[in-house]
């Protein structure tokens, strides 16, 4: 592998060791090469990213991952915070100077935020990944057979819930995660009865959610990328269930979504949003969109805000081959009532944030 080099005006500086080095520091320096609103942005392999985060966070930085084309760019950004040293020094300056670029000659598949490098998988998990996948496949088969008997049924007798057919979703994810971890549920009591439409919100961890989900027995409408519905079995089962399709970055796709989401409770179903709208890489809860919140203010149902705890550990956002131990606490609050989608929006997140917070 090459050595990971330092870029600024068209110079390069090679980099040795890790820790703060790597980002540019050292003890008598009083200025960083780096710009205050773009940050520090690099390629590298998850081993040096791993580092460059720690050393990251000694020195008040924030850290951010995009990925294009399958290659992980992660930006290191300055905290405006009053007690970051480098922050000041950056705006000291009468010119910010250029963005860094820091990348390697091997780039690897993943994210940092999970933590390790995939060479540091314990074997145990790859292998309870690989146990649990052909578990959830050999499981799907069967069960797709008996939810494409009883299809005709449902279009006829409940077109909208379609309750059978998310009866037998409940016993796939249950006989899919029953070998390989136990999920607690506390506030089971708060659920609304299965014939009472509402919006049901969750934060999103890990792929592990929409399992843990479906064994709540709740006949909600998911929202998926459309994408998912080409795959065998799973995504034809996603049909038969009614799970609603939606293109992202399509506005009109996502006002369609909307539409359909209010028709159903209309009709009398219920619809789950993940109102961050993608996975938190870090277990941290992001922001909430407000579309969950149309939706329910403008059909006056209740929200139910629900929080996953433990699916981000056991099987990490960009990690999605491998399964760890652990467990997974769901926790139903009580549902929230209300005619103005901010007002809502702000309340939901605030009880799941402060489950979350509880945790730790």
């Known amino acids: 592998m090459e ?22 520091f050292s003890s008598a320096s009083s200025s960083l090469p780096i710009n205050s609103s773009r940050g520090l942005r690099y390629r590298s392999s998850l ?30 950004t300055p ?16 010119r910010n100077p250029r963005y860094v670029l820091v990348r390697s000659g091997v780039a690897k598949m993943g994210t940092h935020e999970a933590g390790y490098p995939l060479s540091e998988v314990p074997l145990s998990s790859k292998v309870r990944g690989a146990c649990f996948y052909a578990t959830t496949a050999i499981t799907a088969i069967f069960l797709f057979m008996l939810m494409l008997g009883a299809h005709p049924i449902v279009l ?9 057919h998310y009866t037998i979703a409940k ?21 609304p009865s299965s014939n009472s439409p509402a919006v049901y919100v969750s934060n999103h961890q890990s792929f592990l959610d929409i399992y843990t989900l ?10 998926s990328k459309t994408a998912i519905f080409l795959f065998p079995i799973i995504g ?58 149309s939706v329910a203010a403008k059909t006056k149902v209740p929200v139910v805000p629900i ?43 605030n009880v799941i944030a402060d489950a979350l917070s509880k945790q730790c």
């Open 3 to 24: 050595a990971v080099s330092l870029s600024r005006h068209g110079a390069s500086l090679p980099l040795h060791g890790y820790g703060y080095q790597e980002l540019g």
């Open 47 to 76: 081993h040096q990213q791993a580092n460059l985060r720690n050393a990251a966070q000694r020195y008040c930085f924030s850290s951010i991952v995009r990925q294009c084309a399958g290659v992980s760019w992660c930006y290191l």
């Open 79 to 94: 905290n405006k915070n009053l007690y970051n040293p480098w922050y000041n020094k950056l705006l000291s300056g009468k």
């Open 156 to 164: 006829l007798m409940d077109r909208y819930r379609r309750r059978i």
């Open 171 to 191: 016993m796939w994810a249950s006989l899919s995660i029953a070998p390989f971890f136990r999920i607690k549920y506390e506030g089971l009591e708060n659920l």
């Open 214 to 223: 479906l064994t709540l027995g709740r006949s909600f409408k998911f929202i």
């Open 236 to 293: 034809w089962a996603m049909f038969m269930m009614g799970v609603i399709p939606l293109k992202r970055m399509d506005s009109r796709s996502q006002l369609d979504c909307l539409k359909q989401c209010m028709e159903l409770i209309r009709k009398g179903a219920s619809v789950f949003f993940f109102p961050e709208g993608t996975r938190s890489k870090d277990g941290k809860l992001g922001a909430f969109k407000k579309g969950a919140f």
């Open 307 to 349: 929080t996953l705890m433990g699916t981000g550990s056991i099987m990490p956002p960009g990690f999605e081959g491998i399964l760890n131990m652990g467990s997974v606490k769901v926790v139903i609050h009580k549902p929230v009532v209300g005619i103005d989608p901010e007002a809502l929006c702000n309340e939901a997140r």
